[in-house]
């Protein structure tokens, strides 16, 4: 079962996420930056579902220092947010977002989304 890294600042969020893609792939659950460092330090995902605001480290910032560590770049990375201003959205695309789900998102829809980019 491919694995996701779910993080965001929003425990509704994360709960909505969790019961959209439960029983389609192993989650973890983080509300930080500084937790999914600590997590990608254990254990690489298979993709990572990314708010873009949060208090410690932004997703924009989170998403530059995955991109430029070796063994962290490859990572496929889905921003999960409420921005979707055009230069929000190219600024993420120019650093290398896989994708952008924006909130309030599809809980139906959001498996079928991340099947998408993984090919399962």
Known sequence: MKHIFVVDDSITTLKLAESALKNHFELTLLTSGTQLFAALSKKR?????L?????????MTILEKLKSVIGWESIPVIFLTSHSEKQVVMTGFELGVLDYIVKPFDVAALPGRIKKHLKV
């Open 45 to 49: 995902p298979d993709l990572i579902l």
């Open 51 to 59: 708010d873009i605001e949060m208090p410690d480290i932004d997703g």
